[in-house]
């Protein structure tokens, strides 16, 4: 469908699978989410069998407006108003202490309930025509890579999925920040694409330090493993020089993710630049491409350590963990 301005009758049938209890696969500007109405706690089982998803794991709420998150919430402090008026619709999700009469299921035993208002004209289209909350984790198996276009849904989770809506490629690429209020002390959960000092500057007392991407880090938040949003492909991230030194002794196929061309040496290589929203937005496609061509083996430049870099090097770390 076009991604700027989505069919109403297919989002209305999309809208009623959700209301039956099906599963439906959506576009958002992040990711693809696999959405089931939060109501209906058959479906939202589902979500879990089909993902193979642990459940310890919680899923994000997703609504279509500041006034529908603020009804789930026990309490909405002026930081949570604040965030939510700078960055929704878009990629941040806030965890808040779910209202008392809230009906969220996938909350795995928490009291706490994860809310975001997609920026993408096809989420925020559903969410409109089902009227009510939608949790959707990524529409991909557990562990695996995110879906970034409808096709890796199909590939992820094919006929476990009752529908699944196509807006294209997905702009911003990699998941939403998470940041958690629920708490004393706001503290950054999962890094995304926004900017930690803008986050900052609207939230002085946010916590950051306590979760730091790169090597050696401190990492905390439920369900977010330790290995994750990984390729089939075993992956390394290495400064360019090592991954030089690397391609003339590794036997099999592999690919690489520069920011700069290693010229004439022999592999699938993508050169992707220097601006981390093109890294982000490019990532889990060229993983996935990577992927299809059957290498054994990607190797992806180390990030810069500026904090532009965050989300990408989350995802890196974690794409690179010793699997279990
Ligand atoms: O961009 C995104 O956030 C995408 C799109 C589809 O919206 N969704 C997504 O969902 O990435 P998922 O389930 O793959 O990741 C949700 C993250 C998990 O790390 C989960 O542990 C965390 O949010 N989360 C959800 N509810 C939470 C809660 N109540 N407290 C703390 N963390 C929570
Ligand atoms: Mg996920």
Same mark, same amino acid.
């Given at each position: ?6 069919d109403?009758?297919?989002?209305? #049938?999309?809208a ?5 209890g099906g599963?439906?696969?959506f576009?958002t #500007?992040?990711?693809y989410g696999?959405?089931?109405?939060a109501s209906?706690a058959d479906?939202? /089982?589902?979500i879990y069998r089909?993902?193979g998803?642990?459940?310890h ?5 997703h609504?279509?407006d500041? /006034? *529908? *998150?603020r009804?789930?919430a026990?309490r909405?402090? #002026?930081?949570a108003?604040?965030?939510? $008026?700078?960055?929704w619709p878009?990629p941040?999700?806030l ?5 008392? &009469?809230?009906v969220?299921?996938g ?8 809310? $975001?208002?997609p920026a993408?004209p =096809?989420?925020?289209?559903l969410?409109?025509?089902?009227g009510?909350p939608?949790v ?6 557990s562990?695996r ?8 849904? =199909? ?5 476990r999925?009752?529908? =699944?809506?196509d &807006?294209?490629?997905c702009?911003v690429? +990699? ?8 708490g004393?002390?706001p503290?950054?959960?999962?890094h &995304? ?14 916590e950051?330090s +306590? ?12 369900g ?8 089939r492909a ?5 400064? $360019? *020089?090592a991954?030089?030194a690397?391609i003339?002794?590794f036997?099999?196929?592999?690919g690489?993710?520069m920011? @700069?061309?290693?010229a004439?040496?022999p592999g699938h290589e993508r050169v992707l630049g220097s601006?981390p #929203?093109v890294?982000?937005a490019?990532l889990?496609? @060229? ?6 061509? &059957?290498?054994?083996r990607?190797?992806v430049?180390t ?10 090097a989350d995802?890196l ?8």
């Amino acid at each position: 469908m076009d991604p700027l301005d989505p069919d109403p009758q297919v989002i209305a #049938e999309a809208a009623r699978c959700l209301v039956a209890g099906g599963l439906v696969a959506f576009a958002t #500007e992040t990711v693809y989410g696999l959405g089931a109405l939060a109501s209906d706690a058959d479906a939202v /089982a589902r979500i879990y069998r089909a993902k193979g998803r642990p459940a310890h794991n919680p899923l994000i709420a997703h609504v279509a407006d500041v /006034a *529908a *998150a603020r009804a789930l919430a026990a309490r909405w402090s #002026e930081g949570a108003e604040a965030l939510a $008026r700078a960055f929704w619709p878009g990629p941040l999700t806030l965890v808040v202490e779910r209202a008392p &009469g809230a009906v969220v299921h996938g909350s795995a035993g928490l009291t706490s309930v994860a809310l $975001r208002v997609p920026a993408s004209p =096809v989420a925020l289209a559903l969410l409109r025509a089902v009227g009510a909350p939608v949790v959707a984790p990524s529409a991909n198996p557990s562990g695996r890579l995110s879906p970034t276009r409808a096709e890796h849904v =199909v590939q992820g989770l094919g006929e476990r999925v009752d529908m =699944v809506l196509d &807006g294209g490629p997905c702009a911003v690429g +990699i998941e939403s920040t998470v940041v958690d209020l629920s708490g004393d002390t706001p503290r950054l959960l999962r890094h &995304g694409t926004l900017d930690v000092a803008a986050l900052r500057a609207m939230l002085p007392a946010l916590e950051t330090s +306590i979760y730091d991407p790169l090597p050696g880090g401190a990492r905390s938040s439920p369900g977010l493993d330790p290995s994750h949003y990984a390729p089939r492909a075993v992956l390394e991230v290495l400064p $360019r *020089a090592a991954i030089a030194a690397q391609i003339p002794s590794f036997p099999g196929p592999h690919g690489r993710l520069m920011r @700069e061309s290693i010229a004439d040496a022999p592999g699938h290589e993508r050169v992707l630049g220097s601006h981390p #929203e093109v890294w982000a937005a490019r990532l889990y496609d @060229e993983l996935h491409n990577l992927d299809a061509l &059957g290498v054994e083996r990607v190797w992806v430049e180390t990030p810069p350590g500026d904090p532009a870099w965050w989300g990408i090097a989350d995802r890196l770390r974690r794409a690179s963990a010793p699997r279990p």
